[in-house]
């Protein structure tokens, strides 16, 4: 098993956000990267500048996240 990269909480909503605005709905969203304790090793929650609910945005934020985790550990 290959050993995951460490990114900072800053790096990982950097990438996320990016991916993000990638799609039009997302286009005013970032992420914030959490550290949830006893699941897994970080999460992303949603951060937008309009308040309003959009699913489509939270479903890309989920695969993008899901992802990523797959290749990065949060670091210290």
Request: contains cysteine; charged residues 30%.
């Amino acid at each position: 098993m290959l050993q995951k990269l460490a990114k900072t909480a800053a790096e990982l909503e950097s990438m996320i956000t990016a991916e993000l605005r990638e799609y039009p709905e997302c286009e005013s969203a970032g992420a914030a990267v959490i550290s949830p304790t006893g699941v897994a090793n970080w999460d992303a929650v949603l951060i937008r500048e309009v308040s309003q609910t959009n699913d489509a945005c939270q479903a890309k934020l989920a695969e993008i996240t899901s992802r990523l985790r797959e290749e990065f550990d949060l670091s210290e």
